[in-house]
């Protein structure tokens, strides 16, 4: 496997910032492909192309701190996937959502089941919440897309549970080595969206508005 | 919140084994309804009725030992909800299984999400392999009656989403003061599931063919 962001030689001189983002670039690579287990301040330092201590002067928390970063700089990385502009037929706009978190899938396999499995000694409660926002800004766009400022208690836990399902069929997908094709896997998605919900709107008024309102959008 | 097994004497001569369920019975009882965390010996001692050190005499790893037998007990009694006797329609076995295991959450409410949601001090990958045998042991189940022997990727996946979506409606029921009432809750998990399937009916033929029979079947 090879990572994904080119070391940056060291003599080269960079600001706070652009360093912070540069060390936190190389442990992502890193863990885009490794399990955090099994990634050492020194592979970071190395991927970068900077000493060891450069990167405790950067994290003198160590290893859990960068990986706390890290994972915040992923998380906000798939924030941005669920960025989609106001237009177009829902479903249409649910279908690029969805290309662009599984192009993050794709891409950063190892590191992504990692962080999802949980398991790892690096988990704690922080990083559990880091992913829990993630799941919360997922369904916060879903409920502003669909116009709904006040979903009801059946909406809410149905979009929650698709979302659950998604990152299920994410981590399954990596597993059966990224079948069935990533077009197929979208569509399947975004039919099982439509699917729970026309469930819920058997016993959901809110709910059974909204998918009279998608099934006639296209 | 009132613990539910009843302290037994401690100078009742108990056999090994006897004495052994009597602690994890103590155990599962206070992790029923304290995050794992909060629970110490000392607790399960006092609610056993008996000594620190005979705790320790059954369990010398200590809380990390206890607790994970405690997981495997609990782990053993939610895979008792899936037994279920091959008779009736597809869909009322379905129904019976999920009427067993959301009592078993029900019963369980904070220890169930304390262990589900992970993120504790004593969550480790022995653990999580506790909690992912049961996961795999509810989609065996699952195939197992549709009579299916080979599951493709398609119905494996659909069958492992759905089981997920329903661990995360347990945690939003548990979260939401176990609304709405258990019995709907159960009959939308029953009619999701059809809904699912039927999505992947669409694409994959093994899928089709089971959804023709349960609809069929009742």
Chains 1, 2 share one sequence.
Request: charged share 25%; hydrophobic share 45%; proline share 6%.
């Amino acid at each position: 496997m090879t990572p994904q962001a080119a070391p940056t030689p060291a003599y080269r001189r960079l600001s706070v910032e652009e360093r912070r983002v540069q060390l936190l670039d190389a442990a992502l690579a890193l863990f885009a492909h490794r399990p955090p287990d099994e990634v050492s301040l020194d592979d970071v330092a190395e991927q970068a192309g900077v000493s060891r201590p450069l990167v405790y002067r950067y994290f003198p928390g160590g290893k859990q701190q960068l990986y706390e970063a890290a994972l915040r700089s992923a998380a906000d990385e798939l924030r941005l996937c669920f960025d989609e502009p106001r237009e177009g037929p829902l479903l249409t706009r649910l279908t690029r959502a969805l290309d662009r978190y599984l192009a993050f899938v794709d891409g950063h396999d190892t590191g992504f089941s990692a962080l999802l499995r949980g398991g790892s000694v690096v988990e704690t409660s922080r990083t559990s919440a880091i992913v829990d926002g993630v799941r919360r800004a997922a369904a916060e766009h879903i409920m502003s897309h669909l116009g709904v400022t006040e979903p009801g208690p059946r909406l809410g836990m149905t979009v929650r549970m698709w979302i659950t399902a998604v990152e299920a069929a994410s981590l399954i997908w990596l597993d059966e080595e990224k079948q069935p094709p990533v077009e197929e896997l979208r569509d399947w998605l975004v039919e099982q969206f439509v699917a729970v919900l026309s469930v819920t709107a058997r016993r959901d008024a809110q709910t059974a508005e909204l998918v009279g309102a998608l099934v006639g959008d296209v």
